[in-house]
């Protein structure tokens, strides 16, 4: 009997898996200002703080960022690149000894290093689409625990480490904290900086490792990832921290240019009535005169 595939999908491995990983989780997390009261409670993006950690993918992505950071520097001398040695020590026959031939062969003290280590790359390549997952699992890991925190701004009026331990302390962060600034969060970077429990890095320096490291991940509404909804305290609205693609700077292009040659067709329109009106006025005194 022969049997028929109408569909090779549902028999394959990767289609199995897909079918048995959970659906993303829908989690809220309090919006706060920093003196610490609450303006209202958002819903975070699922598909970056909702999925389920992919340990094998943060374990392989970690460590190719550890290896990364190596400076690769360290160098040993082999037996050609010690000084001396040029002459033989002994004669070879009837000393009662080895026979040797230099005084820098490995075995001899000062001489070279044999199969020694010489400055190379530690750098492994890891897909771009692996990293990108290291670090939603890395944040679905600290939201599941709720070490995830959202403020509106760090409005310091100048940079003053006083100002950030009164805010760190209104908004309850112990241990390890990291901070995710913007580019204009020039105060708040040199607020923090010589707090040695915090760490500030931009939105887009955000990695697995410095998440997994931090107790808690402190945003802004300008450095959180994804789509957020209200959920309660304001009238519900979805807040885009995405960038804008270029179809959508070009159709706002686009409009803005119609716009502009609308108003200068008008402009001309009422230049023509106002000069045609003129003309039928001088037109007018001419026939009385």
């Excluded at 310091?156 to 950030?164: L, V």
């Excluded at 020039?186 to 915090?198: K, Q, T, Y």
């Amino acid at each position: 009997m022969t049997t028929v595939i109408t569909n090779v999908g549902d028999v394959g491995v990767g289609s199995q898996r897909r079918r048995l990983r959970p659906e993303p989780e829908h989690r809220t997390v309090e919006r706060r200002r920093i003196d610490g009261t609450v303006i209202d409670t958002i819903s975070l993006d699922p598909q970056i703080f909702g999925l389920v950690p992919n340990q094998a993918v943060l374990h392989q992505v970690i460590t190719a960022q550890l290896a990364a950071a190596r400076s690769g520097t360290q160098s040993t001398k082999t037996r050609a690149e010690v000084s001396g040695g040029g002459a033989k020590p002994f004669r070879q026959k009837g000393t009662g000894r080895a026979r040797q031939g230099s005084t820098r062969s490995p075995q001899w003290s000062g001489g070279g290093v044999a199969l020694g280590p010489k400055p190379r790359s530690y750098r492994q390549r890891t897909p771009k689409k692996m990293i990108r997952l290291a670090l939603h699992s890395a944040l679905s890991d600290r939201a599941s625990e709720g070490k995830v925190m959202v403020v509106d701004e760090w409005s310091f009026p100048a940079p003053r480490t006083k100002d950030a331990v009164s805010a760190l302390s209104a908004l309850d962060l112990q241990g390890r904290v990291l901070v995710v600034l913007g580019p204009d969060d020039g105060i708040p970077d040199r607020s923090f900086a010589n707090l040695p429990e915090v760490q500030t890095l931009q939105g887009t320096e955000l990695n697995a490792y410095d998440v997994l490291r931090s107790d808690w991940v402190v945003f802004t509404d300008a450095t959180l990832p994804g789509e957020t909804v209200v959920v309660a305290g304001k009238p519900a609205a979805v807040r885009k921290t995405r960038r804008a693609r270029p179809n959508e700077v070009v159709e706002a292009d686009a409009v803005e240019a119609d716009a502009v040659e609308a108003d200068a067709v008008g402009a001309d329109t009422a230049l023509d009535a106002e000069t045609a009106a003129d003309g039928s006025d001088a037109a007018g005194e001419g026939s009385d005169r």
